[in-house]
T-cell receptor, first 113, second 112 residues
Framework: ETGVTQTPRHLVMGMTNKKSLKCEQH?????MYWYKQSAKKPLELMFVYNFKEQTENNSVPSRFSPECPNSSHLFLHLHTLQPEDSALYLCASSRTGLGNEQFFGPGTRLTVL | DAKTTQPNSMESNEEEPVHLPCNHSTISGTDYIHWYRQLPSQGPEYVIH???SNVNNRMASLAIAEDRKSSTLILHRATLRDAAVYYC?????????????FGKGTKLTVNP
């Protein structure tokens, strides 16, 4: 049990659908992250939030829209995705500060048809 | 971001020690060396990190070369549960950057 949960664990959607991924952490952390892990590629950082404020956007297309309503919850809103967006989307959290370890959730396996 | 180089894969036998190498010749004086691992069908998990001195915790040991251009993650007695992809990552100790930049890592196979 990592303390970081993600729902749903699996999602299949069409290119015209709108869906949202949810991440929740009960560790008292104030930094949250979205990563993307495509097949045969390294994990890629997408977004970073510190104290609910976005501090990093790693050139992510606008069809991915993050939302962080509070330090415990993080969403990734998806719309008009492409098949190449199929991947494992991982959420992580940490205390703010250098050297603090990140705790990852189990991920959402997304398939875009 | 400073880069790391790791072997693509390694094999070990159960209950034997494993030494996972990482080269980071362009490391700066403020970069921390972090190790994470990702078990099959799971998100990554933190293993250990260090700056200059060798470090030990319940999971592993981290040996850092004197010039800091390389480091070695040591699993003292490998178990089947240690089969995973191990990532060596440098984190900048200045500027407040929180991000982890993952490479391809080393896939460790543990044979029974």
């Amino acid at each position: 049990e990592t303390g970081v949960t993600q729902t749903p664990r699996h999602l299949v959607m069409g290119m015209t659908n709108k869906k949202s991924l949810k991440c929740e952490q009960h560790l008292g952390h104030n930094a949250m992250y979205w990563y993307k892990q495509s097949a045969k590629k390294p994990l890629e950082l997408m977004f970073v939030y510190n104290f609910k404020e976005q501090t990093e956007n790693n050139s992510v297309p606008s069809r991915f829209s993050p939302e962080c309503p509070n330090s415990s919850h993080l969403f990734l809103h998806l719309h008009t995705l492409q098949p190449e967006d199929s991947a494992l989307y991982l959420c992580a959290s940490s205390r703010t500060g250098l050297g603090n370890e990140q705790f990852f959730g189990p991920g959402t396996r997304l398939t875009v048809l | 971001d400073a880069k790391t180089t790791q072997p693509n894969s390694m094999e070990s036998n159960e209950e034997e020690p494993v030494h996972l190498p990482c080269n980071h010749s362009t490391i700066s004086g403020t970069d921390y060396i972090h190790w994470y691992r990702q078990l099959p069908s799971q998100g990554p998990e933190y293993v250990i990190h260090g700056l200059t001195s060798n470090v030990n915790n319940r999971m592993a040991s981290l040996a850092i070369a004197e010039d800091r251009k390389s480091s070695t993650l040591i699993l003292h007695r490998a178990t089947l549960r240690d089969a995973a992809v191990y990532y060596c990552i440098l984190r900048d100790g200045q500027g407040g950057s929180e991000k982890l930049v993952f490479g391809k890592g080393t896939k460790l196979t543990v044979n029974p």
